[in-house]
């Protein structure tokens, strides 16, 4: 594995204080990515990214309106060389631990059957520097009312979820694909992320259309990686990205029929109505 079959795509939203930790880590990694592409989706000033050291696998690619992290992720997909095996859709306030790729490589290379790996998520705060302690997400799992919750998000790291499984969805903050599997399951005009969902349950719809055809969705603990979910302070923005999640859980259900919808339905009625 001297030479690296992964790429990286990472989008970009006014991600100024988090993204050059993130290339960092990638730079660092014992097998370091053949490219890492950037796509700004609509920051507000980009001039941040001009100051990002473009290493030599590093590819700015022309910046977008805000225009989606589905669509976003889909623009940069269309950059990918053929001859790529894997691609890690990687959300720039994640960092990843110096083995993480190796790992994620090796793994689908024991697993064919696996069309999307994720590691054992770790929460991250940017402001301070430092781990928190706490588990942000080890697998996306459905309640039994409909909604899906990223397992062990908040809970204190004691080691629990400590094996390998198969799991209904991944966080799409650190999805490693095959790319074969993708290319099976593409979209019109070969997108991966479904343009519908602007924000949130891309990810989800993306594992379930895998599943549907056969791939499987695993969990592999000793990929390490830490988020920083929530760097941003929300203030106004709170109930702007609770609707956006309460739409996308709706069109997820509309796409992947289900008696869910009823829950869907109900909470988007909560938000919108009585601002919960």
């Known amino acids: ?33 053949a490219r890492v592409y950037l796509v700004d989706s609509g920051s507000r000033d980009p001039a941040y990214l001009d100051r990002i050291d473009k290493a030599e696998n590093v590819v700015m690619l022309p910046p977008q309106d805000n225009i989606g992290f589905a669509r976003a992720n889909n623009a940069g997909c269309r950059h990918l060389e053929q001859e790529m095996e894997y691609v890690l859709f990687l959300n720039p306030d994640v ?29 991250y705060d940017f402001r301070a520097a430092q781990a928190t302690g706490l588990l942000d997400s080890t697998g996306i799992y459905r309640k039994w009312y409909g909604r899906w919750v990223d397992r062990g998000q908040g809970e204190v790291d004691r080691g629990q979820y400590a094996l ?6 991944a966080c799409g ?17 070969g997108a991966v992320f479904d343009p519908d969902f602007f924000l949130y349950k891309e990810d989800i719809e993306l594992c379930l259309r895998l599943r549907d055809k056969g791939w499987l969705i695993r969990y592999e603990p000793g990929i390490r990686a830490w988020h920083g979910r929530g760097w941003r302070q929300r203030g106004e923005m709170g109930l702007a990205l609770r609707r956006a999640a309460a739409e996308s859980e709706i069109i997820l259900y509309r796409k992947h029929p ?3 919808l009823c829950w869907a339905l109900l909470k988007y009625l909560a938000v919108r109505l009585l601002k919960v």
Do not use: W
Request: charged share 15%.
């Open 95 to 123: 960092l990843l631990a110096a083995d993480a790729l190796f790992l994620a490589v090796q793994s689908m290379r024991q697993h064919e059957r696996v069309g999307v790996l994720t590691g054992r998520l770790l929460g």
């Open 173 to 189: 903050a650190l999805l490693f694909c095959r790319k074969n599997a993708l290319d099976q399951v593409a979209l019109a005009g």
């Open 164 to 169: 390998p499984e198969n799991i209904p969805a």
């Open 1 to 33: 594995m001297h030479m690296s079959s992964t790429a990286v795509i990472i989008v970009t939203h006014d991600s100024e204080e988090v993204l050059e930790p993130c290339l960092r880590a990638l730079k660092n990694q014992v097998l370091p990515p």
């Open 258 to 260: 289900s008696p869910y």
